[in-house]
């Protein structure tokens, strides 16, 4: 037997991947030194600009009189759709999407005019000023009124698996209802914000907070009318994003260089909560109807659904997100028979678009509504249920889309989380609970998580990189990727640490700039990490290649032998320090910058049939939860949350660990406290603090408990880890529908409770109404 040799076994043991490593941001956070797109000092001239929004939902712009807005205080220009040089759209896939209103708007908050002054207030005050004549036209404001009236901003999806009909038919037992869950706004920390700067012989350089520098390179270039080339796009961090930043960061980041385009001047762009609220698309909001065939036991023999989003005015990507949907309707659960339409209502809102999830939530929380309206038929605990229709390990493993399950974990990591959070005693407990309590009840549900990562188009899955090592031995790293705060500098550091064997302090990730790495994609679809982790990994891979050639040259033996770890490099009996061979390096003219490049292997997908194979792999998870409800107030408490998380060899578990739980709680806001609502004449009310109700630290449970489940990735993933961004705000429809158990013990669970999302106290409140009417 061989065993291995002392350094190979130091070599074993070092590593510069899975430690608990701090945010690289971290430290700047706290001391508020971390430089947002606001804190850049501004340059000499720095004009402000804002904009001039539609106060209907859908009209005809009759006439519009800029004149006392010129006439405002500090207003230098005001610029209209006819003053754009180039084209008028920033739609990010159908051009449907004008960047200013031309003849007509489509919501209440549509862009109409920009205007600048010398200051951020005066531009405000003068946005207000113009006076517009309106011919209004009908509007459309909801999913359903869209379905009923066929308004639709792109054709019907549909996914057909089996016979639906013959198996709902010959079931024994049948459910037919309809859902509905609401949408929710991004609410991140930092607003919708541009900064334009000429440059000489056309350029711009336009420091943008966006998940897509090069979209909006793409779009500022069109609107510009000059080529990729003139424009650069930099972002050095976001304070959140969520898909908020995806493709409608688009909107600002043009308006700002128009105007400075126009002028010739810096221009900033910043929008205020309310005006960004007003402007700016959501989480799609979906209406449910639904047909169920299923046996005595609870199997699912037959399931159809009828989905129809919010999309808004335009298409933006409401068709990804339905495609998403459609995807993962099945969650964790095989259906052997499945039919799964959807359809993207155009309403005269805002044009929603991409949120943490992009249309998986949305697609799962109907299927984890009809197991849990399946087992109070059948008269069994969810649970139970939920466990007799999973994904099987060898058969029962192909999705309605034909995609095979091949790292199915859910049954073991189900069953270690129903052991830690001693699931069967506190079911117990609720029960005898609830009988002795009259107004309060306790209600608990686990609910389990399949989550497929990569983009649903195929040819986004791709990412570049660039990776300089300097003569002092320190590394610079840019990546395509964008911080919003979930920790993708961090792990790309760690990972080019861990390939050259450095200490993460010797290693820093400079701002994502459209000059460095070109046509990247949007840090979105939990494939950030994914993508440029592997892409940075290439590039630090061949100068380590470089470097080990180099040494084994100095001190012989084969460059495969060549080690790198705790900052030296380890050749034929010779350890030498990283620096020192770097800098013999750069004096025998070794290259020691390069590029890395990666794309995902494997994926397929055919949109006119739906099928293929969109996803590298699934991520799973699963929540446990335990609420309590004031029936006589619909006031409601998370009293405990148990989290399993499936990060495959998590490169931090620190950051994702706290991604898990900051997915929870913000997946929980979505279905309890975070309620849309527009009036009857097309405005959206809830656009402030003041009136839409994120999650506060009282909304926290005292006890969380949230832990990763030890799985290595069987894909061929970035250290065989696990996204950890989209897939955990799935966990809190434990908290949804450990509310509804709360109702539905009401009446001993005899009846399904009518309970839409979000479950706000008023629609806690309707549910135990009606569950107490059908009682009688």
């Known amino acids: 037997m061989n065993h291995p040799a002392a350094s190979e076994i130091q070599a074993m043991a070092w590593a510069g991947v899975g430690k608990a490593a701090p945010h690289e941001s971290a430290q700047l956070h706290v001391l508020g030194q971390a430089t947002y797109t606001d804190d850049i000092p501004e340059m000499q001239g720095t004009l402000h600009a804002a904009l001039g929004l539609s106060s209907k939902p859908h009209a005809k712009l009759a006439a519009i009189d800029l004149a006392p807005v010129l006439a405002s205080q500090g207003v230098v220009a005001a610029y209209l759709a006819k003053d754009i040089p180039g084209v008028n759209d920033c739609g990010p896939i159908i051009h449907d999407d004008p960047i200013l209103a031309d003849g007509k708007v489509e919501y209440v908050g549509q862009p109409i005019f920009i205007v600048v002054a010398d200051t951020h207030d005066n531009a405000r005050r003068a946005a207000k000023r113009a006076a517009i004549t309106y011919d209004e036209l009908p509007a459309i404001l909801t999913p359903q009124a869209a379905k009923a009236a066929a308004s639709y901003v792109l054709p019907p999806m549909h996914l057909k698996r089996g016979d639906f009909q013959s198996a709902y038919d010959a079931a024994p037992r049948k459910l037919k209802s309809t859902l509905y869950v609401g949408g929710q706004e991004q609410f991140y920390l930092e607003g919708q914000i541009a900064y334009a700067i000429p440059k000489e012989a056309n350029g711009m350089h336009v420091y943008c907070s966006t998940q897509h520098p090069s979209e909006m390179q793409h779009v500022i270039a069109h609107a510009l009318h000059l080529h990729s080339h003139h424009v650069l796009v930099e972002c050095r961090r976001m304070g959140g994003g969520f898909g908020g930043k995806e493709s409608q960061s688009a909107l600002w980041a043009a308006c700002a260089a128009i105007a400075a385009k126009k002028l010739n001047r810096p221009v900033k762009l910043r929008a205020d909560r309310d005006d960004d609220m007003l402007v700016t698309g959501k989480r799609h909001c979906f209406y449910y109807e639904y047909e169920v065939g299923y046996d005595d036991e609870g199997r699912i023999l037959g399931a159809k659904v009828d989905m129809v989003s919010r999309a808004g005015f335009s298409a933006d990507l409401s068709g990804p997100v339905a495609t998403r949907a459609v995807c993962h309707f099945d969650n964790a659960y095989y259906l052997s028979a499945a039919d799964i339409r959807a359809c993207c209502g155009k309403t005269n809102t805002q044009s929603n678009t991409a949120f943490r999830g992009f249309g ?11 197991i849990d309206e399946i087992a109070r038929d059948v008269g069994k605990d969810a649970l139970d249920v939920r466990k007799l229709n999973f994904y099987g390990k060898h058969d029962r493993n192909v999705t309605p889309y034909g995609q095979v399950v091949e790292d199915n974990v859910i049954h073991e990591l189900a069953a270690q989380l129903e052991a830690s959070s001693d699931y069967r005693a506190r079911r117990a407990a609720v029960n005898a609970y609830n009988a002795s309590s009259e107004v309060l009840k306790k209600g608990l549900a686990f609910t389990p998580v399949k989550f497929g990562i990569a983009f649903n188009v195929t040819h986004l899955n791709q990412a570049g990189a660039l990776v300089h090592v300097y003569v002092d031995g320190s590394i610079l790293v840019n990546h ?5 705060g979930q920790g993708i500098n961090t792990k790309v550091a760690q990972v080019v640490a861990h390939e050259l064997g450095r200490d993460l302090s010797h290693v820093r990730v400079t701002a994502t700039d459209t000059s460095k790495v070109s046509n990247t994609s949007a840090t979105a679809a939990s494939t950030g990490a994914d993508l440029n982790g592997k892409a940075a990994q290439d590039a630090a891979g061949q100068i380590r290649a470089r470097l080990a050639q180099f040494a084994a040259s100095l001190h012989g033996g084969s460059a495969g032998q060549v080690q790198f770890y705790d900052d030296k490099v380890h050749v034929n009996g010779h350890a030498i320090p990283f620096t020192e061979l770097v800098q013999a390096a750069y004096l025998a003219r070794v290259q020691l910058w390069s590029d890395g490049f990666y794309s995902t292997p494997g994926l ?5 049939t739906m099928t293929g194979h969109p996803f590298f792999y699934y991520a799973y998870g ?12 619909g006031e409601w408490k998370l009293l405990r949350a148990d989290m399993l998380y499936d990060a495959g060899n998590s490169l931090n578990p620190a950051i994702d660990i706290g991604q898990v739980e900051g997915a929870f709680i913000q997946g929980m806001g979505w279905l309890t406290t975070e309620e849309l609502w527009w009036n009857a004449g097309g405005k959206l009310m809830t656009h402030a603090p003041s009136t839409y109700k994120i999650p506060g630290v009282s909304d926290c449970p ?26 955990p705000l799935l966990l809190p429809f434990s908290v949804f529908f450990a509310i509804r158990d709360a109702v539905s013990a009401v009446a001993n669970h005899r009846i399904n409770p009518p309970l839409n999302a979000p479950a706000t106290s008023e629609s ?13």
Do not use: Y
């Not at 806690?764 to 009688?776: D, F, P, Q």
């Open 360 to 370: 998986g939530p949305q697609g799962a929380i109907a299927i984890e509504n009809i």
């Open 480 to 484: 395509g990727g964008t911080e919003m």
């Open 604 to 608: 397929s997908w055919d949109p006119k």
């Open 622 to 633: 699963a929540a446990v939860a335990e609420v309590v409800v004031d029936t006589l107030t």
């Open 702 to 727: 005292q006890d969380l408990r949230c832990n990763l489940f030890d799985n290595r990735n069987v894909a061929d993933s970035i250290h065989r880890s696990k996204a950890v961004g989209e897939p």
């Open 764 to 776: 806690i409140l309707k549910a135990i109404a009606a569950v107490t009417g059908a009682m009688k």
